[in-house]
Protein backbone atom coordinates (compact mmCIF):
# COMPACT_ATOMS: atom_id res chain seq x y z
CA UNK A 1 0.00 0.00 0.00
CA UNK A 2 1.12 3.45 -0.66
CA UNK A 3 0.61 6.32 1.79
CA UNK A 4 -3.14 7.41 2.58
CA UNK A 5 -4.63 4.46 0.52
CA UNK A 6 -7.95 3.27 2.14
CA UNK A 7 -8.89 -0.43 1.36
CA UNK A 8 -11.95 -1.64 2.79
CA UNK A 9 -11.88 -5.62 3.48
CA UNK A 10 -15.19 -6.29 4.95
CA UNK A 11 -18.74 -4.48 5.45
CA UNK A 12 -21.82 -5.12 7.62
CA UNK A 13 -23.74 -2.12 6.70
CA UNK A 14 -22.25 0.96 7.15
CA UNK A 15 -19.73 -0.48 9.05
CA UNK A 16 -16.67 -1.59 7.67
CA UNK A 17 -12.96 -2.90 8.46
CA UNK A 18 -10.56 -1.43 6.50
CA UNK A 19 -6.50 -0.21 6.37
CA UNK A 20 -5.23 3.47 6.27
CA UNK A 21 -2.07 3.72 4.99
CA UNK A 22 0.23 6.27 5.75
CA UNK A 23 3.94 6.86 6.14
CA UNK A 24 4.58 5.66 9.08
CA UNK A 25 3.11 2.58 8.92
CA UNK A 26 -0.90 0.92 8.25
CA UNK A 27 -3.92 1.45 10.70
CA UNK A 28 -6.16 -1.26 10.82
CA UNK A 29 -9.59 0.29 10.97
CA UNK A 30 -11.73 0.21 13.50
CA UNK A 31 -9.74 2.14 15.59
CA UNK A 32 -9.51 4.30 18.82
CA UNK A 33 -6.31 6.90 18.97
CA UNK A 34 -4.74 7.81 22.11
CA UNK A 35 -4.69 11.33 22.51
CA UNK A 36 -1.01 12.81 23.69
CA UNK A 37 -2.05 16.08 23.76
CA UNK A 38 1.30 18.18 24.68
CA UNK A 39 3.45 14.97 22.69
CA UNK A 40 2.51 12.58 25.17
CA UNK A 41 -0.35 10.38 26.58
CA UNK A 42 -1.03 11.21 30.13
CA UNK A 43 0.61 8.54 32.33
CA UNK A 44 1.84 6.31 29.66
CA UNK A 45 5.07 5.52 27.93
CA UNK A 46 5.37 4.93 24.53
CA UNK A 47 6.22 1.40 25.27
CA UNK A 48 2.55 0.95 26.87
CA UNK A 49 1.29 1.89 23.58
CA UNK A 50 3.27 -0.54 21.66
CA UNK A 51 2.52 -3.42 24.58
CA UNK A 52 -1.58 -2.75 23.66
CA UNK A 53 -1.01 -2.39 19.88
CA UNK A 54 -2.40 1.22 19.77
CA UNK A 55 -2.11 2.12 16.26
CA UNK A 56 -2.02 5.75 15.86
CA UNK A 57 -1.89 8.86 18.10
CA UNK A 58 -3.22 12.09 18.20
CA UNK A 59 -1.58 15.86 19.56
CA UNK A 60 -2.67 19.02 19.69
CA UNK A 61 -1.72 22.10 17.52
CA UNK A 62 -2.65 24.38 19.78
CA UNK A 63 -1.04 23.10 23.04
CA UNK A 64 2.61 22.28 21.09
CA UNK A 65 2.32 25.67 19.51
CA UNK A 66 2.20 27.53 23.00
CA UNK A 67 4.60 24.94 24.70
CA UNK A 68 7.37 23.71 23.52
CA UNK A 69 6.27 25.87 20.18
CA UNK A 70 6.30 24.34 16.81
CA UNK A 71 9.09 25.74 15.44
CA UNK A 72 11.19 23.96 18.55
CA UNK A 73 9.59 20.58 17.58
CA UNK A 74 10.34 20.66 14.32
CA UNK A 75 14.37 21.55 15.00
CA UNK A 76 14.42 18.61 17.13
CA UNK A 77 13.05 16.55 13.95
CA UNK A 78 9.49 16.82 14.24
CA UNK A 79 6.23 14.95 16.72
CA UNK A 80 7.65 11.66 15.68
CA UNK A 81 11.02 12.20 17.17
CA UNK A 82 10.03 14.34 19.88
CA UNK A 83 8.45 11.96 21.38
CA UNK A 84 9.82 9.00 20.59
CA UNK A 85 6.68 7.84 18.52
CA UNK A 86 7.60 5.68 15.20
CA UNK A 87 3.85 4.91 14.40
CA UNK A 88 1.20 7.14 12.52
CA UNK A 89 0.47 10.50 14.11
CA UNK A 90 -2.47 13.27 13.62
CA UNK A 91 -2.79 16.35 14.74
CA UNK A 92 -5.52 18.33 15.32
CA UNK A 93 -5.79 21.80 14.58
CA UNK A 94 -6.49 23.34 17.80
CA UNK A 95 -9.77 24.70 16.30
CA UNK A 96 -11.76 23.43 19.60
CA UNK A 97 -9.50 24.49 22.08
CA UNK A 98 -9.28 28.14 20.35
CA UNK A 99 -13.11 28.49 20.31
CA UNK A 100 -13.60 26.58 24.07
CA UNK A 101 -11.51 29.85 25.13
CA UNK A 102 -14.68 31.83 25.33
CA UNK A 103 -13.88 35.28 26.85
CA UNK A 104 -10.71 34.63 25.68
CA UNK A 105 -10.25 34.94 21.79
CA UNK A 106 -12.00 37.11 19.01
CA UNK A 107 -13.52 35.77 15.73
CA UNK A 108 -13.42 37.22 12.50
CA UNK A 109 -13.45 36.16 8.99
CA UNK A 110 -9.00 35.88 8.45
CA UNK A 111 -9.40 34.09 11.54
CA UNK A 112 -9.30 33.87 15.43
CA UNK A 113 -7.37 36.67 17.99
CA UNK A 114 -7.20 34.84 21.63
CA UNK A 115 -4.83 34.95 24.97
CA UNK A 116 -2.78 31.78 25.82
CA UNK A 117 -4.29 30.08 28.69
CA UNK A 118 -0.56 29.45 30.14
CA UNK A 119 0.95 32.74 29.82
CA UNK A 120 -1.77 35.62 28.51
CA UNK A 121 -0.03 36.40 25.84
CA UNK A 122 -1.93 37.53 22.69
CA UNK A 123 -2.05 35.42 19.59
CA UNK A 124 -3.66 34.72 16.00
CA UNK A 125 -4.72 31.48 14.49
CA UNK A 126 -5.69 31.96 11.09
CA UNK A 127 -6.05 28.99 8.02
CA UNK A 128 -2.87 29.73 7.02
CA UNK A 129 -0.76 29.76 10.41
CA UNK A 130 -2.24 26.26 11.56
CA UNK A 131 -0.49 24.96 8.54
CA UNK A 132 2.50 26.04 8.97
CA UNK A 133 1.97 25.25 12.62
CA UNK A 134 1.13 21.56 11.52
CA UNK A 135 3.54 21.51 9.09
CA UNK A 136 6.14 22.38 11.53
CA UNK A 137 4.61 19.62 13.72
CA UNK A 138 5.30 16.52 11.00
CA UNK A 139 2.45 14.54 11.61
CA UNK A 140 1.17 12.24 9.00
CA UNK A 141 -2.22 13.55 9.08
CA UNK A 142 -3.36 16.97 10.19
CA UNK A 143 -6.78 18.57 10.43
CA UNK A 144 -8.38 21.93 8.79
CA UNK A 145 -8.81 25.23 10.92
CA UNK A 146 -12.16 25.19 11.94
CA UNK A 147 -14.99 26.74 13.49
CA UNK A 148 -16.15 24.78 16.30
CA UNK A 149 -19.63 25.62 18.28
CA UNK A 150 -21.78 24.33 21.17
CA UNK A 151 -23.21 20.77 20.60
CA UNK A 152 -27.01 22.71 20.97
CA UNK A 153 -26.43 25.79 19.02
CA UNK A 154 -29.61 27.08 16.89
CA UNK A 155 -29.68 26.26 13.00
CA UNK A 156 -28.45 30.33 12.84
CA UNK A 157 -25.54 29.44 14.33
CA UNK A 158 -24.53 26.31 13.25
CA UNK A 159 -24.59 27.15 9.52
CA UNK A 160 -22.65 30.48 10.51
CA UNK A 161 -19.82 27.90 11.76
CA UNK A 162 -20.28 25.37 9.12
CA UNK A 163 -19.76 27.86 6.10
CA UNK A 164 -16.96 29.39 7.54
CA UNK A 165 -15.36 26.40 8.35
CA UNK A 166 -15.73 25.21 4.79
CA UNK A 167 -14.11 28.47 3.56
CA UNK A 168 -11.20 28.30 6.07
CA UNK A 169 -10.98 24.93 4.43
CA UNK A 170 -10.11 26.47 1.27
CA UNK A 171 -7.84 28.84 2.43
CA UNK A 172 -5.83 25.35 4.65
CA UNK A 173 -6.08 23.72 1.10
CA UNK A 174 -4.31 26.21 -0.58
CA UNK A 175 -1.72 27.08 2.09
CA UNK A 176 -0.88 23.44 3.29
CA UNK A 177 -0.19 22.78 -0.92
CA UNK A 178 1.95 25.88 -1.26
CA UNK A 179 3.85 25.05 1.94
CA UNK A 180 4.52 21.34 0.35
CA UNK A 181 6.38 23.10 -2.48
CA UNK A 182 8.33 25.89 -0.81
CA UNK A 183 8.52 24.48 2.36
CA UNK A 184 10.45 21.41 2.39
CA UNK A 185 11.35 20.06 5.89
CA UNK A 186 14.30 17.21 5.54
CA UNK A 187 13.36 13.71 6.25
CA UNK A 188 9.42 14.52 6.92
CA UNK A 189 7.23 12.48 5.59
CA UNK A 190 3.76 12.87 3.04
CA UNK A 191 1.29 14.77 4.96
CA UNK A 192 -2.36 14.41 4.13
CA UNK A 193 -5.04 17.53 4.73
CA UNK A 194 -8.76 15.72 6.19
CA UNK A 195 -11.16 18.56 6.24
CA UNK A 196 -14.03 18.74 9.32
CA UNK A 197 -17.61 18.32 8.53
CA UNK A 198 -19.59 20.58 10.88
CA UNK A 199 -23.11 21.67 11.21
CA UNK A 200 -24.56 20.86 14.54
CA UNK A 201 -27.39 18.64 15.57
CA UNK A 202 -28.76 19.90 12.45
CA UNK A 203 -28.87 17.32 9.91
CA UNK A 204 -29.73 19.74 6.74
CA UNK A 205 -26.68 21.39 7.53
CA UNK A 206 -24.66 18.32 7.83
CA UNK A 207 -25.48 17.31 4.60
CA UNK A 208 -24.32 20.37 3.06
CA UNK A 209 -21.19 20.53 4.57
CA UNK A 210 -20.44 17.12 3.90
CA UNK A 211 -21.60 17.31 0.06
CA UNK A 212 -19.22 20.68 -0.50
CA UNK A 213 -16.58 19.56 0.81
CA UNK A 214 -16.78 16.36 -0.76
CA UNK A 215 -17.06 17.89 -3.83
CA UNK A 216 -14.25 20.60 -2.91
CA UNK A 217 -10.97 17.88 -4.07
CA UNK A 218 -9.93 14.34 -3.91
CA UNK A 219 -9.42 14.47 0.08
CA UNK A 220 -7.75 11.43 1.46
CA UNK A 221 -10.02 11.43 4.60
CA UNK A 222 -12.91 13.44 6.57
CA UNK A 223 -13.06 14.51 10.01
CA UNK A 224 -16.55 14.88 11.62
CA UNK A 225 -16.51 17.37 13.94
CA UNK A 226 -18.56 19.49 16.54
CA UNK A 227 -20.03 16.48 18.02
CA UNK A 228 -19.92 14.86 21.97
CA UNK A 229 -19.65 18.68 22.62
CA UNK A 230 -23.39 18.37 25.17
CA UNK A 231 -25.66 17.05 22.52
CA UNK A 232 -27.97 14.33 23.47
CA UNK A 233 -26.44 10.66 22.06
CA UNK A 234 -29.59 10.20 19.84
CA UNK A 235 -28.51 13.75 18.23
CA UNK A 236 -25.47 12.53 17.61
CA UNK A 237 -26.26 9.24 16.12
CA UNK A 238 -28.32 10.48 14.05
CA UNK A 239 -26.18 13.25 12.82
CA UNK A 240 -23.33 10.44 11.99
CA UNK A 241 -26.07 8.35 9.43
CA UNK A 242 -26.53 11.78 7.91
CA UNK A 243 -23.00 11.84 6.69
CA UNK A 244 -22.93 8.51 6.59
CA UNK A 245 -25.60 9.03 3.29
CA UNK A 246 -23.14 11.43 1.34
CA UNK A 247 -19.33 11.11 1.86
CA UNK A 248 -17.51 9.24 0.25
CA UNK A 249 -17.13 4.69 1.15
CA UNK A 250 -13.66 5.02 0.31
CA UNK A 251 -12.23 7.17 2.56
CA UNK A 252 -11.60 6.83 5.70
CA UNK A 253 -13.68 8.86 8.46
CA UNK A 254 -12.76 10.12 11.40
CA UNK A 255 -15.14 11.21 15.16
CA UNK A 256 -13.16 13.58 16.39
CA UNK A 257 -13.22 13.72 20.34
CA UNK A 258 -15.90 10.98 21.22
CA UNK A 259 -14.28 8.25 23.07
CA UNK A 260 -16.89 6.57 25.45
CA UNK A 261 -17.07 2.83 25.08
CA UNK A 262 -20.80 2.48 23.80
CA UNK A 263 -20.12 5.24 21.30
CA UNK A 264 -17.38 3.89 19.73
CA UNK A 265 -19.73 0.96 18.67
CA UNK A 266 -22.09 2.83 17.76
CA UNK A 267 -19.89 5.22 15.69
CA UNK A 268 -18.95 2.39 13.87
CA UNK A 269 -22.14 0.74 13.65
CA UNK A 270 -22.88 3.97 11.30
CA UNK A 271 -19.60 4.11 9.31
CA UNK A 272 -16.92 5.57 11.06
CA UNK A 273 -13.18 4.09 11.21
CA UNK A 274 -10.78 6.17 13.69
CA UNK A 275 -11.78 7.76 17.31
CA UNK A 276 -9.85 9.74 19.63
CA UNK A 277 -11.03 10.98 23.15
CA UNK A 278 -8.95 12.41 26.17
CA UNK A 279 -12.05 10.42 27.95
CA UNK A 280 -9.81 7.15 28.66
CA UNK A 281 -7.22 9.07 30.77
CA UNK A 282 -8.76 11.66 32.49
CA UNK A 283 -11.37 9.57 33.79
CA UNK A 284 -9.09 6.93 34.96
CA UNK A 285 -6.86 9.86 36.61
CA UNK A 286 -10.55 10.35 38.35
CA UNK A 287 -10.64 6.47 39.40
CA UNK A 288 -13.49 5.58 36.80
CA UNK A 289 -12.69 2.29 34.82
CA UNK A 290 -14.32 1.03 31.81
CA UNK A 291 -15.34 -2.54 31.39
CA UNK A 292 -17.49 -4.85 29.66
CA UNK A 293 -20.57 -4.38 31.39
CA UNK A 294 -20.49 -0.84 32.38
CA UNK A 295 -18.18 1.68 33.77
CA UNK A 296 -17.27 1.52 37.44
CA UNK A 297 -16.10 3.96 40.12
CA UNK A 298 -12.94 2.16 42.16
CA UNK A 299 -12.85 4.64 44.81
CA UNK A 300 -16.06 2.98 45.99
CA UNK A 301 -16.53 1.08 49.57
CA UNK A 302 -17.14 -2.00 47.85
CA UNK A 303 -14.24 -2.62 46.25
CA UNK A 304 -11.94 -2.58 49.38
CA UNK A 305 -11.51 -6.32 49.76
CA UNK A 306 -12.52 -7.72 45.87
CA UNK A 307 -9.80 -9.47 44.96
CA UNK A 308 -11.58 -9.32 41.18
CA UNK A 309 -9.24 -7.61 38.13
CA UNK A 310 -10.79 -4.29 36.68
CA UNK A 311 -12.31 -6.62 33.95
CA UNK A 312 -12.47 -10.06 33.50
CA UNK A 313 -12.10 -10.06 29.70
CA UNK A 314 -8.73 -7.43 29.98
CA UNK A 315 -5.65 -8.56 29.26
CA UNK A 316 -3.45 -5.49 29.98
CA UNK A 317 -1.10 -4.95 32.76
CA UNK A 318 -3.36 -4.06 35.11
CA UNK A 319 -5.94 -6.27 34.87
CA UNK A 320 -3.51 -9.21 34.82
CA UNK A 321 -1.16 -8.21 37.84
CA UNK A 322 -3.68 -6.12 40.17
CA UNK A 323 -7.06 -6.68 41.88
CA UNK A 324 -9.59 -4.27 42.31
CA UNK A 325 -8.90 -4.16 46.08
CA UNK A 326 -5.13 -2.69 45.37
CA UNK A 327 -5.69 -0.21 42.85
CA UNK A 328 -8.56 1.71 45.12
CA UNK A 329 -5.87 1.40 47.84
CA UNK A 330 -3.53 2.94 45.53
CA UNK A 331 -6.33 5.73 44.71
CA UNK A 332 -7.17 6.27 48.48
CA UNK A 333 -3.57 6.52 49.13
CA UNK A 334 -2.79 9.25 46.12
CA UNK A 335 -0.46 6.88 44.52
CA UNK A 336 0.88 8.36 41.18
CA UNK A 337 0.60 4.19 40.52
CA UNK A 338 -3.07 4.11 40.82
CA UNK A 339 -3.73 7.02 38.03
CA UNK A 340 -1.16 5.39 35.47
CA UNK A 341 -2.75 1.75 36.04
CA UNK A 342 -6.19 3.07 35.14
CA UNK A 343 -5.23 5.48 32.53
CA UNK A 344 -3.45 2.20 30.99
CA UNK A 345 -6.53 -0.27 31.13
CA UNK A 346 -9.06 2.34 30.12
CA UNK A 347 -6.94 3.16 27.10
CA UNK A 348 -6.41 -0.21 26.67
CA UNK A 349 -10.26 -1.30 26.50
CA UNK A 350 -10.72 0.89 23.77
CA UNK A 351 -7.87 -0.12 21.63
CA UNK A 352 -8.91 -3.95 22.09
CA UNK A 353 -12.89 -2.96 21.66
CA UNK A 354 -12.19 -1.82 18.41
CA UNK A 355 -9.69 -4.64 17.39
CA UNK A 356 -12.60 -7.05 18.60
CA UNK A 357 -15.29 -4.94 16.22
CA UNK A 358 -12.78 -5.13 13.21
CA UNK A 359 -12.36 -9.65 13.90
CA UNK A 360 -16.48 -9.53 14.03
CA UNK A 361 -16.76 -7.71 10.82
CA UNK A 362 -13.75 -9.82 8.98
CA UNK A 363 -15.66 -12.80 10.44
CA UNK A 364 -19.30 -11.88 9.21
CA UNK A 365 -20.76 -11.46 12.64
CA UNK A 366 -20.98 -7.78 13.45
CA UNK A 367 -24.52 -7.25 13.81
CA UNK A 368 -24.73 -9.77 16.22
CA UNK A 369 -21.67 -9.20 18.37
CA UNK A 370 -22.24 -5.42 18.40
CA UNK A 371 -25.43 -6.31 19.35
CA UNK A 372 -24.96 -8.63 22.41
CA UNK A 373 -21.96 -6.24 23.48
CA UNK A 374 -24.02 -3.31 24.26
CA UNK A 375 -26.93 -5.41 25.66
CA UNK A 376 -23.64 -6.24 28.08
CA UNK A 377 -22.22 -2.72 28.55
CA UNK A 378 -26.00 -1.64 29.58
CA UNK A 379 -26.45 -4.68 31.97
CA UNK A 380 -24.97 -3.27 34.80
CA UNK A 381 -27.08 -2.10 37.66
CA UNK A 382 -26.07 0.20 39.72
CA UNK A 383 -23.13 -0.06 42.28
CA UNK A 384 -23.61 -0.09 46.26
CA UNK A 385 -23.57 3.08 47.81
CA UNK A 386 -20.56 4.01 49.61
Known amino acids: MTPFDFTVDATCGAARAARFATPHGVVHSPAFMAVGTLATVKALDPDDLHAMDAQMILANAY ?21 HWPGPLLTDSGGFQVFSLATLRTIDEDGVEFRSHIDGSTRRFTPESVMRIERNLGADVIMQFDHVIPGQSDATSARDASERSIRWLARCQTAFERLAIDDPIVGQSEQALFPIVQGGIHGDLRREAAAAIRDMGDWKGFGIGGLSVGEAKADMYRILEDVDAVLPTNRPRYLMGVGFPEDLVEGVRRGVDMFDCVAPTRMGRNGTVFTHDG ?53 HFLVMLMRAARHALLAGSFDRWSAEWLQQYHSRTAPASV
Request: charged fraction near 30%; charge should be positive; hydrophobic fraction near 35%.
Open 295 to 347: RLNIKRSEFRSDRRPLDSTCDCSACSRFSRAYIRHLFLADEILGLRLLSLHNV
Open 63 to 83: HLHLRPGDELVRELGGLHEFM
